[in-house]
């Protein structure tokens, strides 16, 4: 039986729900609703039209209604009248498609059928900045190699904390946070869960992030690459498939520790890397990142290439511990749901075909990269990887013809957009451009 959140709400004395969704470029939606109407939206949803997002509608289509999960209801720590809810989009009676918390939940029933879970963690980087977006807000923080630097990270103190200790109270589990590889550059890791609730928080996270810097006269950013010389935001997914309360990805007699299961979503997300960097790396910007020349700090830790590897991080897969890969190509601009719903389309098509990953490479992929011409590399900018995209056969049955090609239609809108402003060159200055459209990613 559904939670009542009406119920809930006068119990933890909520005043308002933020009845939220995210459209196919990873904005936030909401409506702000009091407490006194929940019950009606509880049941029928809150009312948008859809042109007004990035979901490939019109003025002319029907309203679409944002139904709210009772089990994603987020009390905001620092504003605790505020109860936040993640929803399905529907309209006319049915799902919309097209909408990334539905393609998820797709995908999440699919691998259902061979009575399977995923569980995941990410890591989600970003960056502290003036104002403007110009700089970076610490100016005392200078250092070539900045990571794990305690001042720094100190000075950062009160802000930090607050996260955390939200967190905390929202029952995440936080375990670390840290400076990371860049000036000005942040990571606050928190236990992973299944793939749907993982996707849910890492949407409040950004939000979150966001608000609370504000409070303290900061800014903060997921940008994938705000500033050339320094190392861009990743979002890393750490990945993991469950049978009830059994890892079926851990097998302690292999040297990796991988199962033959393990090794088949493994080479799922392999052979379906290149196209599904329309998703885990949505952004213009993105291709700043992916291939980027090395940073201030002596390296870009961003793949370059379609290779495995055990505990190294030059490879845009590695296996840190039994049981589990770390993809490393997402980046900030991710959309937490098409995330998580990508890495499991590519999955399925692995473990319905017993996909080969092939061997791993044992080597420094930045260095060694000349040695392996044959192998496969990420696309060098958006257009490529979307179209890509449209060739796969495999996501397009996955998603849906239809869904996938509103997702490239309304990237490809975006890259005209561009194209009228910019001459689109990685080798020229991070542009006007990308920083007023990507920066709030």
Known sequence: MSKNLFKIAKSKKIKYFLISFVDLFGVLRSKLVPTRAIKEMQKSGAGFAGFASWLDMTPADSDMFAVPDPDSLIQLPWKKEVGWLASDLWMNGKPVEASPRVMLKKQINELSKHGFSMKSGVECEYFLISKDGASIADLRDTQSKPCYDQSALM?????????????????????????????????????????????????????????LSEKYDLRATFMPKPFENLTGNGCH?????????????????????????????????IKNADSLSAFFNPTINS?????????????????????????????????????????????GSANPYLLQAGVLAAGI?????????????????YNDYKKYPNLPKLPDNLDQSLE?????????????????NSYIKLRNSEIKEFKKEENFNKKEPITKWERLNTLDC
């Not at 990571?187 to 979150?208: G, I, P």
């Not at 098509?349 to 992929?365: A, E, Q, R, T, V």
Request: aromatic fraction near 12%; charged fraction near 25%.
């Open 155 to 211: 000075r950062r103190y009160d802000l930090i904390k607050e996260i955390c200790d939200s967190m905390i109270e929202m029952g995440w589990g936080p375990y670390q946070n840290d400076h990371e590889d860049a000036n000005g550059q942040f990571e606050m890791n928190w236990d992973y869960s299944d793939c749907l609730t993982t996707a849910d928080r890492h949407t409040f996270f950004k939000f979150m992030v966001k608000t």
């Open 237 to 269: 997914a750490h990945i993991s498939v469950w049978k009830g309360k059994k890892n079926i990805f851990l097998d302690k007699s292999d040297k990796l520790g991988l199962s033959k299961i393990a090794y088949n979503f493994l080479g799922g997300v």
């Open 287 to 331: 291709y700043r990142r992916i291939n980027a020349p090395p940073t201030k700090s002596g390296a870009t830790w961003s793949p370059s290439s379609i290779s495995y590897t055990g505990n190294n991080r030059t490879h845009m897969i590695r296996i840190p511990d039994p049981g589990r890969f770390e993809l490393r190509l997402m980046d």
């Open 349 to 365: 098509h692995g473990l319905n075909n017993k996909i080969n990953p092939g061997k791993p490479l044992y080597c420094n992929m």
């Open 388 to 404: 890509r995209l449209k060739n796969n056969k495999k996501m397009n049955n996955s998603f849906g013809k239809e869904t996938i």
